[in-house]
């Protein structure tokens, strides 16, 4: 039986479990909420744990905008195997002693992938290739090549340093590191890159995300706890939270909502600014173009 939604349209921060997709998640919460209107921002593969964003109803048009902030995970990478999936979940493709590799050699390794880089996503990725998920193709058999793409990571941090030996006895070190990024940003391929500079292959064996833009572990809720009471955040103080915000006289909140073009507040902002009436309530997100606030989304009217 579909269980009515206890809350009104806005986000819902899920502390996603392993052995979940993305995809799972949103049907759970179809559920939870009583509508088929729900969507997420940002995929994480079933392996990964921690913040999924979950849109619903009118929330699910601010998802593609929030899909465009920064992101923060927790990792641990395994230098000495290489796997098809370049993630645990693959099959081992090569091994090599990782045991002779010093924190300097790691050190400069990471330091060659922080900032602007260029990456290749793995194959078994959800990216589209003309159209078709490149983990289709890879399923298929299909031989093809991913176009590297630029990407920024702001900080990747070494916590700790493991000496392990693998199933098959070789020696491998483990690596339990930080990384904030970019959207769009591959951690399976950092892990992976960082093993090919170190000739000795690397993939990840655990990755749990704790931050996307504003939203924090701290403010996520499982889905034992969500089927418990479903807490929404209003989509007025989720996009209050998320983006710079502009609060326009009633005037101006009457125009914006007629669909007209209101002058730019000189905020200097690249990206959506969050506007607001002044009964406080979230109108629009728009954009500074030439002079004028140009709306990319309009919530109300």
């Known amino acids: 039986m579909k269980r009515k939604g206890t809350g009104p349209d806005g986000l819902v921060i899920v502390d996603k479990p392993e052995g979940l997709t993305s995809h799972g998640v949103v049907a759970k919460m179809r559920w939870l909420a009583g509508t088929r209107k729900v969507g997420h921002a940002g995929t ?37 195997q290489n796997t098809i999936t ?45 159209g078709k998920r490149s983990y289709h193709r890879v399923r298929e058999g299909e031989d093809f090549e991913i176009p590297a793409r630029a990407t920024t990571v702001h900080s990747f941090t ?36 960082l093993g090919a500079d170190l000739g000795v292959g690397g993939h990840l064996t655990a990755l749990r995300r704790t931050k996307v833009g504003p939203y924090g572990l701290d403010s996520a809720r499982t889905l034992e706890q969500l089927e418990e009471r479903l807490e929404v955040l209003p989509i007025a103080e989720a996009a209050d939270a998320a983006f710079p915000r502009w609060d326009i006289d009633a005037e101006q909140a009457r125009l914006l909502s007629n669909g007209m073009k209101l002058k730019a507040p000189g905020l200097g902002v690249d990206g959506p600014i969050a506007v607001f009436d002044p009964e406080g309530r979230f109108l629009a997100l728009v954009e500074e173009k030439g002079g004028s606030a140009r709306p990319v989304a309009v919530f109300v009217g």
């Open 44 to 80: 994480l593969d079933p392996m990964a744990t921690g913040v999924l964003v979950i849109g619903v109803e009118r929330a699910t048009r601010l998802l593609g905008h929030l899909m465009l902030t920064a992101k923060t995970y927790e990792a641990t990478i395994r230098l000495g």
């Open 158 to 193: 070494v916590h700790e340093q493991r000496a392990a030996v693998a199933e098959d006895g070789t020696p491998v070190i483990d690596l339990d590191v930080t990384v904030e990024c970019s959207s769009g940003t591959y951690i399976r391929a950092l892990a992976r890159d």
């Open 86 to 130: 370049d993630d645990r979940e693959g099959d081992v493709t090569s091994c090599a002693d990782a045991s002779g590799i010093g924190r300097d050699l790691i050190d400069a390794g990471i330091a060659k992938l922080t900032g602007e880089i260029m990456q290749v996503p793995s194959k078994v990725s959800a990216i589209k290739i003309d």
